[in-house]
């Protein structure tokens, strides 16, 4: 089972970016979807963006749209989140989550749909 190891957050001010890091311990080139979550102090946790594997054709949230880039590098066994524009709104743990191998997913942003979760990195964004 691939075990996911999330780097990068940080505090930052808003405006800043920041470039987070999911790195797993197996192969990534036959999962289907990966995807980034967060969760803010007293809030649900929320899907942010997702990547499928085969065309690497990026889901974003509403909120990431225009701010975010997903992306993945196989040969690395790394998932990435590209952060610009930040603001205090992004606040968060942010976690990085992996789909059974050959599921496909109809609600990528869904939690629902992932089965290995990293342990997450704290991103603080002020004002």
């Known amino acids: 089972q691939v075990q996911l190891v999330e780097s990068g957050g940080g505090s930052v001010q808003a405006g800043g970016s920041l470039r987070l890091s999911c790195a797993a311990s197996?192969?990534?080139?036959?999962?289907?979807?990966m995807a980034w979550f967060r969760q803010a102090p007293g809030k649900e946790r929320e899907g942010v963006a997702a990547?499928?594997?085969?065309?690497?054709?990026?889901y974003y949230a509403d909120s990431a749209k225009g701010r975010f880039t997903i992306s993945k590098d196989n040969a690395k066994n790394t998932l990435y989140l590209q952060m610009n524009s930040l603001k205090p709104e992004d606040t968060a743990v942010y976690y990085c989550?992996?789909?059974?191998?050959?599921?496909?997913?109809?609600?990528?942003?869904?939690?629902?749909?992932?089965?290995?979760w990293g342990q997450g990195t704290r991103v603080a964004v002020s004002s």
């Open positions: 989550a992996t789909a059974p191998v050959g599921v496909v997913l109809t609600r990528p942003l869904s939690q629902s749909g992932y089965s290995t």
């Open positions: 197996g192969f990534i080139s036959s999962i289907r979807f």
């Open positions: 990547i499928y594997g085969s065309t690497s054709s990026p």
